[in-house]
């Protein structure tokens, strides 16, 4: 679908006048720059997801404990956090077109870096570049949406660009695991590293530059953006939830669901490979269920606000199920899925009270937070199995069952506060 007819005189919808984007009126079909932002932000969902795949061979090849396999996989969202503010900045100084393909190329050498690499250090290194290089695969295009398109139009407009983060997470299951029947990881990373070039290219062909003044702002008046991000209230009471929900759910998804269902629920990989296709299907639905009625949601009252609180409910509720094993665990894998697509609409809440000039920013101080749980997820139930283990004599099983009852604790904790306030906007 096209942006909306534009009006002589009248900027853009979501171009401030006298702000860093010139009031040139631009009409980008969204056609035109879907299919290159959704390929990068696919691969960035496929890097961040494989590791869970692949857990076996890393483990067997390296003989990592949790901890030390925790460390190495939660790398990614390290880089991928310290980068998001100044990435931010950069979104707004240059666009999407002339910083996401520069990154991509960083990512594609990791790549190419991981499967070479011969020891714990070459491959968390690696780990640690392809994390910085997809930095932006989501925030390119979200900024993109916040400067094209009318404010009513993009809950549905990042919905679609949230599908492709599905499709990559369902690439990263049974596609995956049968490829791996005929090629080595390492080959699968060549691979990925070639697809992430072609990606590169393709931004840079298909999506336009951001119509610039002639002096844009210094990086220090947008360090005066960035702080007054942080400072607003509306921000310390959104990412509570999205740090430590979403945060806990990208680690679990990413490295701990298949040794959990491996064991804790006496899965095989191809069975515990083919629990997270269904999750990743029914997080798809999710997403496709923003793209198609978010908007139409809004317009009765639901607002993004509402839906935020309520997917993470929903997810909370099914990791409990989890932990607790009730009966019909893959149900409760999909439902977690599922509940997790919400995390979209943490930037939409938070961009109701900023101008789009701000966009690049506010949504990379989101998702800087929501990364920086990740990493702190993915590692810390790595040692805390290990602790478990050691000071309680626990098997394997029963000391990775204990460190997600601690996140399930935190993650209860973290959700109860800010619904009070989120609900009264």
Request: net charge positive; charged share 10%.
């Amino acid at each position: 679908p096209a942006a909306g007819v534009p009006v002589a005189g009248v900027p853009a919808a979501g171009v401030p006048r006298g702000g860093q984007w010139s009031d040139v009126t631009m009409v980008v079909p969204f056609s035109r720059i879907y299919a290159a932002f959704a390929a990068g932000y696919l691969m960035s969902y496929v890097f961040r997801t494989v590791n869970a795949m692949i857990s076996p061979e890393l483990t067997r090849e390296l003989a990592l404990q949790p901890g030390a396999l925790g460390l190495l996989t939660s790398t990614y969202f390290m880089t991928f956090a310290i980068m998001q503010i100044p990435a931010g900045m950069l979104l707004d100084r240059y666009g999407p077109r002339r910083v996401e393909p520069v990154l991509l190329v960083i990512a594609a050498t990791g790549a190419f870096a991981f499967a070479a690499a011969d020891g714990l250090t070459g491959l968390t290194i690696a780990r640690a570049l392809i994390g910085l290089g997809v930095s932006v695969c989501l925030m390119a295009p979200l900024k993109g949406i916040a400067v094209w398109y009318s404010p009513q139009r993009q809950a549905s407009l990042s919905g679609w660009i949230l599908v492709a983060g599905g499709v990559g997470a369902l690439a990263a299951t049974l596609p995956v695991e049968f490829a791996l029947r005929f090629m080595g990881w390492r080959t699968l990373f060549v691979v990925f590293g070639v697809v992430t070039l072609a990606v590169a290219a393709a931004i840079a062909w298909r999506v336009p530059d951001l119509p610039r003044v002639a002096n844009p702002p210094s990086f220090a008046s947008q360090w005066d953006g960035v702080r007054r991000v942080f400072s607003e209230p509306r921000f310390w009471w959104i990412v509570p939830v999205g740090a430590v929900g979403m945060g806990s759910f990208m680690a679990i998804q990413g490295l701990w669901s298949v040794p959990w269902m491996m064991e804790v629920e006496g899965r095989t990989r191809a069975e515990a490979a083919g629990v997270l296709l269904a999750m990743g299907v029914l997080t798809l639905a999710g997403y496709l269920g923003l793209g198609l009625f978010a908007t139409r949601l809004s317009a009765r009252g639901f607002g993004p606000r509402h839906m935020y609180l309520a997917g993470w409910a929903l997810n909370l509720a099914a990791l409990a199920a989890i932990v607790l094993r009730v009966p019909a665990a893959p149900l409760w894998w999909c439902v977690y899925g599922f509940g997790a697509a919400a995390n979209i609409l943490a930037f939409t809440v938070l961009n109701e009270g900023f101008p789009s000039a701000l966009a690049g920013r506010s949504n990379t101080a989101v998702n800087l937070t929501m990364f920086a749980g990740s990493f702190a997820a993915q590692w810390g139930i790595g040692v805390l199995a290990d602790a478990l283990r050691a000071a309680m004599a626990l098997s394997r099983a029963d000391g990775l069952r204990g460190a997600v009852v601690i996140v399930l604790v935190m993650g209860a904790g973290a959700e109860m506060g800010p619904y009070e306030a989120l609900l009264g906007w």
